[in-house]
């Protein structure tokens, strides 16, 4: 009942923002250069949808996501797990970690470009390079959560390194890894379409470049829905997955 509340809450979110897009166009004669009417924008989404040219775009932007998302975590767990078993590492590697993310990674896109090239290599690094940094700190983070009373337990039953992993350090790191995959995924999104507006010649991003520059803005409004539509797809799944193995959390159990 929860979930089914959530998703009306949604709804009726999303029809008072077009009544009010509706009646503001309408009230104050907005061209449609600037702000086209909802009806405007729906038919656009539509006819691009019907001509499937769209779905070509879609499923590049999808793809480079799911690539650069993936890698991402692995890349970020495996040094996070590292870093928050090996005291030395995390001494030595936090600085330069903690320095290549303050640095604003859409700004590195161009550098990124310069050295991978304008095909598929540089969006994916730039896509690792926003998710990577929340899934390390969430394995850092969980590993540190671990309590000293089960570290001793698992001295203890004598545990060797890979059932320490699976039965004990992945699941307490689990939560914050999951906190982490969200937020990385919506960064994923945001990579992927700063890459195609760089140096794409397909996905969404693309399309928004050219719809702008060709000023068809109902296209472009229905662009920007497109590439909604694929981060609302990736982050539903990754809250599917957490509610199928964090089933056991005490964050799940609330409202049940």
Request: proline content about 4%.
């Given at each position: 009942?929860?979930?089914?509340?959530?998703?009306?809450?949604?709804?009726?979110?999303i029809?008072?923002?077009?009544?009010?897009w509706?009646?503001?166009?309408?009230?104050?004669?907005?061209?449609?250069?600037?702000?086209?009417l909802?009806a405007?924008?729906?038919k656009a989404?539509?006819?691009m949808?019907?001509?499937?040219?769209?779905?070509?775009?879609?499923?590049?932007t999808?793809?480079?996501?799911?690539?650069?998302?993936?890698?991402?975590?692995?890349?970020?767990?495996?040094?996070?797990?590292?870093?928050?078993?090996?005291?030395?590492?995390?001494?030595?590697?936090?600085?330069?970690?903690?320095?290549?993310?303050?640095?604003?990674?859409?700004?590195?896109?161009?550098?990124?470009?310069?050295?991978?090239?304008?095909?598929?290599?540089?969006?994916?690094?730039?896509?690792?390079?926003?998710?990577?940094?929340?899934?390390?700190l969430?394995?850092?983070?969980?590993?540190?959560?671990?309590?000293?009373?089960?570290k001793?337990?698992?001295?203890?039953?004598?545990?060797?390194?890979?059932?320490?992993?699976?039965?004990?350090?992945?699941?307490?790191?689990?939560?914050?890894?999951?906190?982490?995959?969200?937020?990385?995924?919506?960064q994923?999104?945001?990579?992927?379409?700063?890459?195609?507006w760089?140096?794409?010649?397909?996905?969404?991003?693309y399309?928004?470049?050219?719809?702008?520059t060709?000023y068809?803005?109902?296209?472009?409004?229905?662009?920007i829905?497109?590439?909604?539509?694929?981060?609302?797809?990736?982050?539903?799944?990754?809250?599917?997955?957490?509610?199928?193995?964090?089933?056991?959390?005490?964050?799940?159990?609330?409202?049940?």
């Amino acid at each position: 009942m929860a979930k089914i509340r959530v998703v009306v809450e949604y709804f009726v979110a999303i029809a008072i923002l077009v009544l009010v897009w509706y009646a503001y166009v309408v009230a104050f004669e907005v061209p449609e250069f600037i702000l086209p009417l909802p009806a405007e924008v729906g038919k656009a989404f539509i006819e691009m949808f019907s001509s499937q040219n769209v779905l070509h775009h879609f499923s590049v932007t999808a793809g480079e996501v799911l690539a650069g998302f993936v890698l991402g975590i692995v890349l970020g767990y495996v040094i996070g797990y590292s870093i928050g078993k090996v005291k030395v590492l995390e001494e030595a590697l936090m600085p330069y970690i903690l320095l290549a993310q303050t640095a604003p990674k859409i700004a590195l896109a161009p550098l990124f470009v310069i050295w991978f090239g304008l095909g598929f290599t540089s969006k994916l690094v730039l896509i690792i390079s926003m998710v990577f940094f929340p899934v390390m700190l969430g394995a850092v983070f969980g590993l540190k959560s671990i309590t000293y009373n089960m570290k001793c337990l698992m001295q203890i039953t004598g545990l060797n390194w890979w059932q320490k992993i699976v039965q004990v350090e992945l699941p307490y790191s689990l939560p914050q890894i999951f906190a982490g995959l969200k937020v990385g995924m919506v960064q994923a999104v945001i990579a992927s379409i700063v890459a195609e507006w760089i140096s794409g010649e397909s996905g969404l991003g693309y399309l928004l470049v050219y719809n702008s520059t060709t000023y068809n803005t109902p296209m472009l409004f229905a662009s920007i829905i497109y590439t909604i539509v694929v981060g609302i797809i990736f982050y539903a799944l990754i809250g599917f997955l957490e509610d199928r193995f964090l089933f056991w959390h005490e964050s799940k159990q609330i409202g049940k």
